[in-house]
């Protein structure tokens, strides 16, 4: 089993940066690949950023591409998510995914 704590949310101005981090449980963290993923109000959870098991690979949603960059530390157990250059339509609760296992998300509010 795989327990994933999210952190780093909060209130950014437009065009202002954040770092969101996922610490996960469990000694299996390297066997899985992982993702961040997104849930405004109204709106059905999408997916932002994925990347392989050993992080050789990464893909994006056309709509944060150029602008995120995920991220993992196998030895730290945690993934990551860089958020630079930030709009109000990334505004949402984050969350981070191993395989099934879910995190409880943090929210991002991008307002002036």
């Known amino acids: 089993q795989v327990q994933l704590v999210e952190s780093g949310g909060g209130l950014v101005q437009p065009g202002g940066s954040l770092r969101l981090s996922c610490a996960a449980s469990g000694r299996t963290f390297s066997s899985y690949a992982m993702g961040w993923f997104r849930q405004a109000p109204g709106k059905a959870r999408e997916r932002v950023a994925s990347i392989s098991a050993i992080g050789g690979s990464t893909a994006y949603a056309d709509s944060v591409k150029g602008r995120f960059t995920i991220s993992r530390d196998n030895a730290k157990n945690t993934l990551y998510l860089q958020m630079n250059s930030l709009k109000p339509e990334d505004t949402a609760v984050y969350y981070c995914?191993?395989?099934?296992?879910w995190g409880q998300g943090t929210q991002v509010t991008v307002s002036s």
């Open positions: 995914n191993a395989g099934i296992y």
